[in-house]
Each structure stands twice: as structure tokens, then as C-alpha cells.
């Protein structure tokens, strides 16, 4: 669960760090969108942004200052309680079909969870603490060790990623 808030608190809300940072300060893109793809034992998180060539390590820079920022301050208490009203309430909306309750449903079986999982969620969900969510950026979202993928014009975007790829390499 606290994979799940930290990414909504990262990039996978429109209220995200990223999504702030890059659409509603630098103008770079839309629509920035993180999220976690969960498979049998593992996660994988994914950040993707329609930037401008030109922009776009600019971009780059801008998101692993965002990463860096979260592993080392905790987010403030108001921030991570609207990123978990966000989540309680989506979830909630999720389970008002019938097709987003075979969902969770079957979440749960791919996964081999009980139903407390559901059940317990909401309340999980506010039991993410700041201190938590540094510790999950820590230990999950090692931006130098992320793989990068990069469309455009190759010209433009060469000497932005060699520029990227050498402050990758700084701590």
C-alpha cells in the first residue's frame, strides 16, 4: 500500500509532485502520468510524459530532482493526507460496478491476498505515514538505476541524454 500512495504522491495523481512540476510550473507537457504495474511478486513503476524534444531533459532533470527530493524530505502531513483522500475515494468509485468489483476481486486471487486486502484498504491507506513514503522512495526509487526511453528527434535529444546520463551518475 505505501508503494501505491507513494506513486499517487510522485506522479500517478493530478495532484502529483511531478505532474506540479512539470505541467503546472514548467509548461513542459499535458498530461505526466506515473503508475505502479503490478505482476506475481514484483512491481514495476512507470513515468511517462509527452514532452517537446527540446524540453525534454529538462524533463528528465525535473523528475529526478522530484525522486531525490522524496527520498530525502518527507512529504508534509497536509500533502499526504489529500493524496489518501484521493486514493480512499477512487477506490470507493472503483467498487461501485459490478465490473470494478470482479476487478478487485480478481486482484486479489492473481496475487494470492485475502480479503482483508480490500476490506483493510481504506484504512491502510491512512496509515501511510511521510516517514514511510521517504522510505519507500528510498528503497524503490533508484532513479539511477531506472531504465530510460527517450522518442524524438534523435538530434535534439543526444546531447540532452549524454548531459542527463552524467547527472544520473551524480549522488
Known sequence: M?????????GGSFA???TSNIR????????PHSSIQDRKNTS????????TSEHTGASLQEIAREVKRLQNEPPAKKELEGIQNYMAGIFVLQNSSPGGIISQLNFIDNHGLDESYLTNRVKNI??????KVSQITR?????EDMTLVMVGDKKL???Q???????????
Open 2 to 10: 505505501a508503494l501505491q500512495v507513494t506513486n499517487s504522491l510522485l
Open 16 to 18: 502529483s509532485r511531478i
Open 24 to 31: 503546472e510550473d514548467k509548461g513542459y507537457t499535458y498530461s
Open 44 to 51: 514495476l513503476w512507470v513515468e511517462e510524459a509527452d514532452v
Open 126 to 131: 491512512y496509515a501511510v505515514t511521510p516517514d
Open 139 to 143: 528503497d524503490n526509487f533508484k532513479y
Open 157 to 159: 535529444l543526444d546531447k
Open 161 to 171: 541524454r549524454k548531459q542527463f546520463e552524467e547527472s544520473r551518475k551524480l549522488k
